[in-house]
């Protein structure tokens, strides 16, 4: 396979839903932020691939199962008009077992790159923790943080809101 397909990664709480606070173990705490489908769109416009890479410990936890996030994503995949491409969670957590998918380690980022055939240089990370950023800057991929104040980071970029990320990547 060809590695020639660019990328946006996106943490999914408090990227592409709500942040609530708290560890989200209800469906009625599952709120998609407004606009997702335009915001999305335009990058998809874009020819970028979509894919959801999220740290859900609490199923390590005993919270919810695996079953709870894919009707998370199927949720957010209704609100944004199924743009997503593809989902990657983590279960772990280091309380429970350690594991090299839970970020900030990268193992998921390096399956999602092989599978997809994703290029590098052309793709991007959005989170809004620094360990959304810190594998992003072990691969490579240029990143943006998503915060309300500056904040210490080793991301390329910081933005305030999904909306002016998206902005960042396509100018
Ligand atoms: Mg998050």
Redesign the pocket.
Known sequence: MTENEKCVFL?????LNE?LGYQITDLKDFKPIKGLHNELQRLKKNGFLLIVI??QSGIAKGHYTDEFIFTCHRMLQKSCGHLLDDLYFAPGHESVSKSLLRKPESLMFEKAIAKHGIDIKQSWMI???ER?IIPAAQLGLKSILISSEKAVSLATHQAAALKDAIDIILT
Not at 11 to 15: E, L, Y
């Open positions: 943490d999914r709480d408090g990227v942040e999220t740290n989170g809004d923790k959304d």
